[in-house]
């Protein structure tokens, strides 16, 4: 754990929090139909919602190496 | 009839000519058959990799799935982002040792690791026995859309052996660059294909508002776990979510598709945009749904959506969605057939056969274990009776049992072989007995988690107490995992410090 950068923490935790809304139990919470939302039942809403979460987050990822720092910035930082 | 037909005739051209024109790239290396000589670039690595992983249990089992059990195949959008995150985490992984070792099949990775003849073996053997029936699902989805598609004129028996011809041709020819480019083709269909079928078939009913609007009057059983049966609660949903994804990840095919890639950077991406892909299943959702407003006394539920597509929709348009569905087949039996030659060919022919083929003898030999296996696959599709998911489950759970040596092969230099082999034995037995044995899964989680969880413990307690001796294999795999993270997370490298510090201070 401690040889992850702030940047790695983040969106690792951010991937594990969206995936345990999803398949934990806790998705038990969300088994229901009403509140329907613009006409579809919650449980669709709730599994499209972090469905579009988890894959906004590896966007960012591919976007910041995955939270690593790029080879060229380490070669660079080296250098100085 | 004749609009379908042509259709038809078009989906089996197509692939053909799409093949030839690969071959004119191909080399007679064993590496350019199987892996396109490492040298696979982005559009074609994610659209066979998707291609492959959705199959006719994503186009036929997913409707069949929410028309008699409910809302469970909705975790089918999570395995999606699981499958995407694995082949970021572990396939870069893979790809690096891959490229470095020359490594071409599972057993490569694994037995090298591990340094075991045994270990070998059954890797093989379960990359076999447990992809075949997976095969076997594809050949009959896809010629039971042909056979719907053309009105009944080709019946059952001859569009699966078209399908097999077709799929040999362009293989033998073209070997996995063939797949690729076609696999362009046939995952851009797919996609569409579903997404449309979806949002064509709900406006029978109104539209999806109305669609659920209707449902929930009807039979609000549908739109909740544990579905209209009862049976697919909890348990199944996360079972489904890491079975599936687990056991498509290790399938032989995409073990392929990891060690083809030109460049690591591409694994980034993957995750994104094979999570992107998975929103297709929304299509599923509408037609699933749908036919239970529409046709809710079908007696086998994989027909529902070709069903309602010859009852509601145009007929041309019928066509063409149910070959989108059956390049959904093709596109993963293309791979697996492809793939399990491969394991036929290196992992038993060259090794234990004959080790001094040469180049164009094991490309021979590949093809002939091409023609063998589809042959195989092909009198199991008209003996072998079974619904797409459950079959298609089972095999799965199989081949996931793999993820346990791997990620050991990958991250922990005290994995150890004999814990290994108990761990892959241990589970790939109670996977059967549960599926197939007297025994029953307990809480109603599938056989595959419980064969996972025994295959780890029995893994990670037996890695700890024993200790292995052949320390220049153990080191060669080190230094590969240094350079690994030197080059892509050069963050970590003050842990190696620290473990030869610890090490030292041990000893």
């Known amino acids: 754990m401690k040889y992850l950068t702030p940047l790695k923490l983040s969106i690792y935790g951010g991937m594990l929090f969206s995936f345990f809304m999803l398949e934990s139990p806790l998705i038990m919470l969300a088994n229901r139909i009403e509140p329907m939302v613009m006409g579809l039942p919650f449980l669709l809403v709730w599994n499209l919602f972090w469905w579009f979460a988890l894959t906004a987050l590896f966007l960012v990822a591919y976007f910041t190496n995955w939270g690593s720092p790029e080879p060229s910035a380490v070669q660079a930082t080296k250098q100085l | 009839m004749t609009g379908s037909l042509l259709i038809i005739a078009a989906f089996m051209i197509i692939p053909l000519m799409v093949g030839v024109l690969s071959a004119r790239q191909s080399q007679e290396t064993s590496e350019d058959f199987f892996v396109q000589g490492r040298a696979m670039g982005s559009i074609a690595v994610f659209f066979t990799v998707a291609a492959t992983w959705w199959s006719a249990f994503a186009f036929l089992g997913s409707n069949a799935t929410f028309y008699t059990n409910g809302p469970v195949f909705l975790t089918a959008l999570a395995w999606n982002l699981l499958f995407g995150f694995m082949y970021y985490w572990i396939g870069k992984r893979v790809w690096f040792l891959g490229k470095r070792f020359n490594y071409l099949t599972p057993s490569d990775l694994i037995g090298d690791f591990y340094n075991s003849e045994a270990l070998r073996i059954t890797v093989a053997a379960i990359t076999l026995i447990f992809t075949v029936p997976y095969l076997q699902i594809q050949l009959t989805g896809g010629a039971y859309l042909i056979e719907v598609a053309s009105g009944g004129l080709i019946p059952f028996w001859l569009a699966a052996l078209l399908f097999y011809f077709i799929i040999i041709i362009y293989v033998w020819i073209g070997g996995i660059r063939a797949i690729a480019w076609t696999d362009v083709i046939y995952g851009a269909l797919l996609f569409f294909g579903m997404l449309y079928a979806g949002y064509y078939i709900s406006t029978q009913v109104g539209g999806p508002t109305a669609l659920f609007s209707q449902l929930q009057q009807t039979s609000p059983d549908h739109l909740t776990m544990p579905g209209p049966n009862g049976t697919m609660g909890y348990p199944m949903w996360f079972s489904l979510f890491a079975i599936t994804a687990i056991g498509a990840f290790m399938g032989p095919q995409i073990w392929l598709r990891m060690y083809s890639v030109k460049h690591g950077k591409l694994f980034n991406l993957m995750p994104f945009l094979l999570g992107l892909a998975a929103f297709a299943y929304v299509g599923s959702v509408l037609s699933g749904y749908s036919g239970v407003l529409l046709e809710p006394n079908v007696a086998n539920p994989d027909q529902i959506l070709p069903i309602m597509l010859m009852e509601y929709a145009p007929y041309l348009l019928a066509s063409l969605i ?7 087949a093709m596109s993963t039996a293309n791979s697996q057939i492809h793939a399990v030659s491969t394991v036929v060919t290196m992992d038993i022919y060259k090794r234990y056969v004959n080790r001094d083929a040469n180049q164009a003898r094991i490309v021979y030999i590949g093809r002939l274990s091409l023609v063998g296996f589809s042959l195989a696959a092909y009198i199991m599709a008209l003996t072998v009776p079974g619904v797409l998911v459950t079959i298609g489950i089972a095999a799965l759970a199989g081949t996931a049992q793999l993820i346990i040596p791997t990620i050991g092969a990958i991250t922990w230099k005290k994995a150890h072989p004999t814990a290994a082999l108990a761990g892959l034995w241990a589970g790939v037995a109670c996977v059967l007995l549960m599926t197939f044995g007297p025994l029953s ?25 024993l200790h292995r001796r052949d320390t220049a294999v153990v080191e060669r795999f080190t230094q590969a995992r240094y350079d690994y993270d030197a080059e892509y997370h050069p963050e970590r490298l003050p842990a190696y410090t620290q473990e030869i510090t610890n090490s030292a201070n041990h000893q």
Do not use: E
Not at chain 2, 322 to 328: E, H, K, L, Q, T
Not at chain 2, 441 to 464: D, E, Q, R, T
């Open chain 2, 322 to 328: 149910m070959a989108a569905g059956a390049s959904a």
């Open chain 2, 441 to 465: 899964a307990p809480f109603g989680y599938h056989a595959g988690i419980w064969g996972l969880l025994l295959n780890a413990a029995l893994f990670v307690g037996l890695s700890h107490a």
